[in-house]
C-alpha cells in the first residue's frame, strides 16, 4: 500500500491563498495527521440585462467556440483581440459540446490551467493558472468575489451558467484582493429577451441521476425571467457523494434602453464527502476514511442585483451587489492515520459565513484630440464574516462507520474581513494602438478572534494596484501587446507573535500576439509572461497554533498557445499548449530555493475536436467529438525529491438531434459523453501528500427544448 497525505494545519483563521491543503486541513486535522442563434440547433438568445459590464458582451458570441468579446478583463464591452492581456473563454456551447458537468471540466481545456491537483475532490472548484491555484482567492461569479474564510465556500453548478471567462495574471485593479495567477468569472444564465423551455434528464456512472430545467422569457414588455433548477443525486468516484439541489430564479426589469434592473437569487443545497484522501492499491481505490462517516452539508444562498442606467450625457452607471451565505457541517474519521493508542481519530466541523458585496462604477466616452477614451471608475465594498468550530474525538479501530459518534465541537473562532476599494481606468484609442492604465487602492481590515481564549487580532492594510497595456491592431487582425499588472491578497495565518501577515502580493510582466481577424471564425493567442509572487506565508512551526512567516517566493515563467477554429465544413477545434517553468526563489527553508513548486508540470496540451455532420448528410443533427488532455510529470512536493508521473486521458461525447431529420421531434436531442475513457487512476501528490485523479465516466443525457 502507497499512500501519503496532503499537509493539514489549523490555523483559525481565514485561509490563505497559497495552501489549499492547509486550509482544508483547519477542518480535518486528524490528531495524527499534525505533522503536516444557432447553438446545433438551438437558438442562442441575445440577454437583456447587465452584469457590472460582464454579460451585454459576454452573450452575443455564446453560440460558438470562438468568442470574440470579453467584459470582465476590463470591466468594460471591449473585443478580446483589443484585450492586452490573456483570456480565455469557454462559451456555453464550447460546454455542451464537451457535456462537462463541472468547473474542472469547464476550464480543462484552456491554456495556462491546470487542474486535478488534489484528485477527485467535489467539494471545491481546484483551478490553477500560470501554476498558481485560484480556489482561494481567484473564484469570482458575475464579476463579484466568491471568498473562503475559514473552510466553508460557494460551489458553482455548471449547468447555471452561460459561459466562464479566466483571467491570466493579477488583476487587482479591477478586483481587489485576487490571487497573482488571475481570476474564474463564472457568468451566469439571466433572463433573456424571448421564451425558451428546457429541460434534461442525465444518467450515467457513477450513480449520477440528474434532472434540470431552464426556463425563462418575457412576462411583459418590461419585466422578463428565468428559472434554473437542478436536481442530482450522484454517488461519484470512490465513494464520494456529490448531491446537489438548487433553484436559481432571476427577473429584469427594463423600463426603457436606457435603464436595467436584474434581481437574481440562488438557493442550493448539497451534499458530498468531508474527506476526499485515497490510495491505490493496485488499480483499486481506497479512502483513507469510512464512506458511511465521511459527510459535508452545505446549503447556501445568494441574492443580488445588476443596475445600469446610461444617462443623456454619456455617463453609465452601474451597480453590482450581492449578499451570500455558506452554512456548512461535516464529520469524518481517519483509518489509515491512526492515534499513538490504534484507535481511529474522528473530527466534526461546521462553519457559518456570510458575505456582502456591491460594486459601483461609472463609466464615460469622450475624445482628447485624436485619443478617444473610456474612462471606468468604480468604488468597491466587501465585508466577509465567518463563525467556525471543530471538534475532534476517537474511536476504537474496526468500530463501523455508522455507529461512530460526531465529535463535540470544541474549538471556536471568528474572522471577519472588510475591504474597500477605489479604483479608475483608462482605455485609450489611437489610430491602430489601443492602450489601457489604472490604479486601485484598497484598504482591508481583519479581525480574527479565538472565541475559547476570547482574544482578537486586528490588521489593516493599505495596498495600491496597477495595471498597464499597449496593444497595436493591425487590419489583417494581428495585434501584438504587452501590459504589466499587480496583486494582492490579504493573509490570514498569524505570525509567531499571533499577528496576522502582510498580504501576498504578485507582479506579472507578459507580451503576446492575438490574431483574429474581423468576420472570420478563428482565433490564435500566443502570450509569454513572467510571474513573481511575494509574500506567500510560510508554515514556521506551533506553538499552541500554527504560525507563518511572510518568507515565501515563486517565480513563473512560461508561454502559452490558444488557438479555436469552427470551419465551413462543421469541424471545430479548441487547441491549447501550455509551457511554465516554476521556481521557489524565496523561502524559510533555504534548501528548497531553486527547486520547482509542488504539482507544477511544465508542459500542458489539449485538443478537443468536434464534428457536426451537415444537414444535407443522412446524418445530420449527429455531432461527435473528442479531445486529449495531456500533462508532464510534475513534483510530488517543494522538496523535489519524487515526481508525479506524466498523464494522457481522453474525453468524448455524441450527440444526436432527432429534429434535423424529424420536425415532429424538434428540440429532442440526445448525448452520451465520457471523461478518462481509459480509466487511468493515476495518484497525484501535492506538497508531499495524495490523492487519485477522477475515474472513467460515462454519462447519458436527453435533453428537450421549446
Known amino acids: 500500500m502507497t499512500y501519503s497525505l496532503n499537509q493539514l494545519r489549523p490555523h483559525g483563521h481565514l485561509l490563505s491563498s497559497t495552501i489549499l491543503a492547509g486550509a482544508m486541513a483547519i477542518a480535518f486535522m486528524p490528531v495524527a495527521a499534525l505533522a503536516q442563434d444557432q447553438t446545433d440547433g438551438t437558438t442562442q438568445l441575445a440577454p437583456i440585462v447587465v452584469n457590472g459590464a460582464s454579460t451585454d458582451a459576454a452573450s452575443e ?103 466562464i471567462e479566466v483571467l491570466k495574471g493579477p488583476v487587482s485593479v479591477m478586483y481587489g484582493a485576487a490571487s497573482a495567477a488571475g481570476i474564474v468569472n463564472r457568468i451566469s444564465k439571466l433572463p433573456l429577451e424571448e421564451a425558451h423551455h428546457e429541460v434534461e434528464l442525465q444518467y450515467g456512472t457513477v450513480g449520477r441521476k440528474q434532472a434540470a430545467f431552464d426556463f425563462g422569457g418575457p412576462i411583459n414588455d418590461e419585466l422578463f425571467y428565468r428559472m434554473v433548477g437542478v436536481a442530482r443525486e450522484g454517488e461519484g468516484s470512490y465513494d464520494i457523494a456529490d448531491d446537489r439541489y438548487l433553484l436559481q430564479p432571476s427577473f429584469t426589469w427594463k423600463p426603457s434602453d436606457d435603464t436595467t434592473f436584474t434581481v437574481y437569487g440562488l438557493a442550493q443545497k448539497g451534499e458530498t464527502s468531508a474527506s476526499a484522501w485515497s490510495y491505490l492499491e493496485g488499480d483499486d481505490v481506497f479512502l483513507y476514511t469510512d464512506p458511511d462517516f465521511n459527510s459535508q452539508k452545505v446549503e447556501q444562498y445568494q441574492l443580488g442585483y445588476q443596475l445600469e442606467h446610461e444617462f443623456d450625457n454619456g455617463l453609465t452607471f452601474r451597480q453590482n451587489a450581492r449578499v451570500g451565505d455558506v452554512d456548512l457541517t461535516a464529520h469524518y474519521l481517519n483509518r489509515v492515520l491512526v492515534n499513538t493508542d490504534g484507535t481511529w481519530p474522528t473530527t466534526s466541523v461546521t462553519d457559518d459565513m456570510r458575505t456582502y458585496q456591491i460594486d459601483n462604477q461609472l463609466e464615460g466616452q469622450f475624445d482628447t484630440g485624436s485619443i478617444a477614451h473610456t474612462l471606468l471608475t468604480g468604488l468597491d465594498y466587501t465585508y466577509v464574516t465567518s463563525d467556525f468550530a471543530m471538534g475532534s474525538g476517537s474511536v476504537a479501530a474496526g468500530t463501523p462507520g455508522s455507529s461512530v459518534a460526531i465529535p463535540a465541537l470544541t474549538t471556536f473562532s471568528g474572522s471577519d474581513l472588510s475591504q474597500t476599494g477605489i479604483y479608475a481606468q483608462d482605455q485609450m484609442e489611437f489610430g491602430n494602438w489601443r492602450a489601457v492604465g489604472g490604479l486601485r487602492y484598497d484598504w482591508a481590515h481583519q479581525e480574527s478572534t479565538d472565541k475559547v481564549a476570547g482574544t482578537t487580532d486586528v490588521k489593516d492594510d493599505g495596498v495600491l494596484s496597477g495595471q498597464l497595456g499597449l496593444l497595436y491592431l493591425f487590419d489583417n487582425g494581428i495585434a501584438p501587446y504587452v501590459s504589466y499588472g499587480t496583486s494582492f491578497v490579504p493573509s490570514t495565518n498569524l505570525s509567531v507573535t499571533g499577528e496576522v501577515l502582510d498580504p501576498t502580493k504578485g507582479r506579472q510582466i507578459e507580451a503576446g500576439v492575438k490574431y483574429q481577424p474581423d468576420g472570420e471564425s478563428f482565433s490564435l493567442n500566443a502570450a509569454v509572461y513572467q510571474l513573481v509572487e511575494t509574500g506567500k506565508p510560510q508554515y514556521a512551526g506551533y506553538s499552541s497554533f500554527y504560525y507563518y512567516e511572510n518568507s515565501g517566493e515563486n517565480t513563473y515563467t512560461g508561454f502559452e498557445l490558444e488557438g479555436r477554429n469552427e470551419f465551413d465544413n462543421g469541424i471545430s477545434l479548441v487547441a491549447a499548449y501550455t509551457y511554465a517553468h516554476a521556481e521557489i526563489t524565496d523561502n524559510i527553508d533555504p534548501t528548497l530555493i531553486g527547486n520547482a513548486p509542488s504539482t507544477a508540470p511544465r508542459h500542458v496540451a489539449s485538443l478537443w475536436v468536434n464534428y457536426a455532420v451537415p444537414d444535407d448528410s443522412v446524418l445530420a443533427g449527429l455531432s461527435v467529438g473528442a479531445g486529449i488532455r495531456a500533462t508532464s510529470d510534475s513534483f510530488t512536493s517543494d522538496a523535489n525529491t519524487g515526481k508525479n508521473a506524466g498523464a494522457a486521458y481522453f474525453d468524448a461525447a455524441l450527440s444526436y438531434d432527432f429534429g434535423a431529420k424529424s420536425p415532429d421531434l424538434k428540440g429532442l436531442s440526445l448525448s452520451i459523453s465520457a471523461t478518462n475513457l481509459a480509466d487511468r487512476r493515476e495518484e497525484v501528490c501535492t506538497d508531499g501528500y495524495c490523492y487519485t485523479g477522477q475515474s472513467r465516466t460515462v454519462l447519458g443525457s436527453l435533453k428537450y427544448k421549446w
Open 61 to 163: 458570441d455564446n453560440n460558438t467556440v470562438v468568442p470574440k468579446r470579453s467584459s470582465s478583463a476590463l470591466k468594460t464591452d471591449t473585443p478580446l483581440v483589443e484585450t492586452p492581456r490573456s483570456v480565455s473563454v469557454v462559451t456555453r456551447k464550447e460546454m455542451e459540446q464537451r457535456a462537462v458537468t463541472d468547473m474542472i471540466q469547464a476550464t480543462r481545456y484552456s491554456s495556462g490551467v491546470t487542474t486535478g491537483a488534489f484528485g477527485y475532490d467535489p467539494r471545491f472548484d481546484q483551478i490553477y493558472i500560470r501554476g498558481i491555484e485560484t480556489t482561494t482567492a481567484g473564484d469570482f461569479r458575475d464579476g463579484l468575489r466568491q471568498p473562503i474564510m475559514t473552510y466553508g465556500s460557494f460551489a458553482t453548478e455548471v449547468y447555471t451558467l452561460d459561459r
